[in-house]
């Protein structure tokens, strides 16, 4: 027993002094930078980095205790915000300011602006939800033989029998009122090269959808 107790003790004994050169061989730097200073300070300065080396065990790293609990996800529901498809009045009229306003669109020429009235169901639900209308300032027209069309747009709004603006915000409170969207769209002057020019005479054009938007904002 005596005899293996101090193989033992001989063992941690190399152990320890193979710790030491491991430390001392990391920390040559360390006498690099001492020479000309202090060898007092520089001999502490190695004899604390040895002894910081030896306590994390020559290598290694910390291990901290730890521990996680886990919280349960659940169910969350998400809102809603929608247009319904437009219900829109049959044909296009000349807007108020035209001459014959009211009446039905036939021939086109620079300087009109004619108008349709559209309604829609609002879909909005949401907590915090608030959104806003926007509709397009132009409008694309199109014709065989022809790239000088050109037309502006502008809206206007009733909200449950209340005018509204494209600032008005819309909320959770509005869910399923009746939106009502007048759009005018105005074919203005031109000149005789770039716009509504003389080549926009006598021709079937296409105007291109206009798309009323509700666009949610931040609450």
């Known amino acids: 027993m005596r005899s293996r107790a101090l193989q033992i003790e001989l063992n941690s004994r190399y152990y320890e ?64 915000l929608a247009l319904s498809d437009a219900a829109c009045s049959e044909n296009w009229l000349y807007a108020p300011g035209n001459s014959g306003a009211g009446d039905p669109v036939s021939l086109l020429v620079p300087g009109d602006a004619i108008t349709k009235e559209c309604t829609f169901t609002v879909s909005a639900t949401g907590d915090n939800l608030t959104a806003t ?29 209340s005018p509204v603006t494209e600032d008005t915000p819309i909320t959770d409170a509005n869910d399923g009122q009746t939106l009502t969207a ?24 296409s105007l291109n959808d206009i798309a009323v938007t509700l666009v949610q904002t931040e609450s």
């Not at 001999?43 to 980095?49: D, F, I, M, N, P």
């Not at 080396?53 to 349960?72: K, M, N």
């Not at 409008?139 to 206007?156: C, H, K, N, R, W």
Request: no cysteine; hydrophobic share 40%.
């Open 133 to 161: 209308l926007n509709t397009p300032d132009s409008a694309l027209i199109t014709a065989e033989g022809t790239d000088t069309f050109e037309a502006s747009v502008a809206a206007t709004y009733n909200l449950a029998g």
């Open 17 to 80: 002094k193979l710790i030491i050169k491991l430390a001392l061989g990391r920390l040559s730097q360390l006498r690099v930078l001492g020479r000309g200073h202090n060898e007092k300070t520089t001999k502490g300065a190695l004899a604390a980095a040895a002894a910081g080396f030896l306590l994390l065990g020559g290598a290694g790293t910390i291990a901290y205790w730890s521990d996680s609990s886990t919280i349960s996800g659940g169910t969350v529901n998400t809102g809603n």
């Open 182 to 205: 007048t759009v005018t769209v105005t074919f203005p002057f031109g000149d005789e090269a770039a716009v509504n020019a003389n080549d926009t005479q006598n021709v079937t054009a």
